[in-house]
Every structure is written in C-alpha cells, then in structure tokens.
C-alpha cells in the first residue's frame, strides 16, 4: 500500500506536477487552498505533507502551525517546496520545524527519494502514541481523546506513554518507578494517587490502569458499568 501524502499550492500547474512526480511511488492528495486542506485534514492520516508558501489569505507557515496544532496531526513529516529559493525562507522553514525544503528544480528522482526518506525515518521513529481514540502526541506533549486535548501532569504523560507501551503485560512497580521517576523513592499512594486522577481524566476512554497487587499496574479494557 502506497504512503499517503498531501501536497498544498494555490497554483493548479504546480499541483499538476508535483502529483505526477509523487504519484508512482505515493497516494497523493492535492489541495488547492489550505482551507480545502485543512477540513480534510482530519479524515486522512498522511505519512507526510508538502507545502508551498506564498499563498493566499493562509500562507505555508501559517498552515504549518495549524497543523502541527491540530489533534489529528500523527507528527508525520512537513516538507516545504518552493520557487522562492532565498536563504531566509529556507532558514526560516526550518527553524519552524519543516523537515527538509525543496525548490521547484529538484529533479523527480531526487524529490522522489527525499520524501521517501523522510517517511521512512518517520515511520521507524514516530513521536505518536495512538491507542484507538487515545493518542498522545510526545512532540508536544499533549494527549487527545476523541480528538479533544485532555490537559495531563508530565508525570501523568509519562505513566500513560510507558504502559501504553508495554500494553498488554503489567508493568512492576520497580520498573515503573525507575523509568518514571528515575530512581526516586516513591510511596504506593503516591503511584496510586497519580493512577487515580489519570484516570479521572479520561473517563471517557474505553480502558483504564489498574493497579494490581504483586504485579504492579496494567492497562486492561474497563468494565461497564
């Protein structure tokens, strides 16, 4: 199956082109206007994402950090391509996070092969946590349920990141301590404490972490009431 991607230009001859390069190799969706994008956003999940610049009433940087706002983003890489070569746009795109910055004589091959690498690395070191409608976001350190943010301690994030991983084998006390806290002493009741308003806050997710005697904690689905 072909990774998708999504490329967004005011210029239909650039969306033309660029959708012929990538095609061969990538499911491309085009998008005329950010707004296009944007509302289609949420229903796709993309490997990566191309952006031109200068457009329009919402210009690329703009639409970057839409993006990399919104609670459907996967992390996955933001490339931007564009004609406008000048070094303080490039510097500028990727102090602003854009993984890699193309300009419009990139040969197919070579626009071909960086995309292709910036998915690939993506895909093997993803910063996206995703537990059906749970997903947390470790780049910005945010958790979404249903798509809502659900605001968390660090040290409620990092307690739902470590058994989300581990899921489904119970994590001990002494691993969860030492990975967590580092080492530090910490009571039951403080654990329990943190479990408990982790909990609290997503109520509304279809599993919960039981703290389990002699094993530890451990995600399992949670019981209707």
């Given at each position: 199956m072909k990774s998708a991607v999504a490329y967004v230009?005011?210029?239909?001859?650039?969306?033309?082109?660029?959708?012929?390069i990538l095609s061969?190799?990538?499911?491309?969706?085009?998008?005329?206007?950010?707004?296009?994008?944007?509302d289609h956003f949420p229903k796709t999940s993309f490997s990566a994402i191309l952006l031109d610049i200068h457009m329009p009433s919402i210009d690329g940087f703009e639409l970057y950090d839409k993006i990399i706002q919104h609670a459907h983003y996967n992390g996955c890489p933001i490339l931007i391509i564009s004609s406008d070569t000048s070094h303080t746009l490039r510097i500028r795109s990727l102090e602003l996070g854009a993984v890699d910055f193309m300009d419009r004589a990139t040969s197919?091959?070579?626009?071909?092969?960086?995309?292709?690498?910036?998915?690939?690395?993506?895909?093997k070191h993803r910063s996206i946590i995703e537990f059906g409608p749970?997903?947390?976001n470790l780049t910005l350190l945010k958790t979404y349920l249903n798509n809502h943010e659900v605001p968390l301690?660090?040290?409620?994030?990092?307690?739902?990141?470590?058994?989300?991983?581990?899921?489904?084998?119970?994590?001990?006390?002494?691993v969860l301590v030492d990975n967590v806290w580092k080492n530090v002493q910490v009571l039951d009741a403080t654990i329990h404490t943190h479990?408990?308003?982790?909990?609290?806050?997503?109520?509304?997710?279809?599993?919960?972490?039981?703290?389990?005697?002699?094993?530890?904690?451990?995600?399992v689905p949670r019981e209707e009431e």
């Open positions: 230009d005011d210029s239909q001859i650039n969306l033309d082109v660029i959708e012929t061969t190799d990538f499911a491309v969706s085009t998008f005329p206007k950010p707004s296009l994008f944007l197919p091959d070579e626009m071909i092969a960086r995309v292709k690498s910036k998915i690939q690395f993506f895909k749970l997903k947390v301690t660090f040290i409620e994030l990092k307690i739902l990141c470590f058994v989300l991983r581990n899921y489904p084998d119970p994590v001990s006390k002494d479990v408990f308003n982790l909990n609290a806050k997503l109520e509304k997710w279809d599993h919960e972490i039981q703290m389990i005697r002699n094993k530890g904690i451990q995600l």
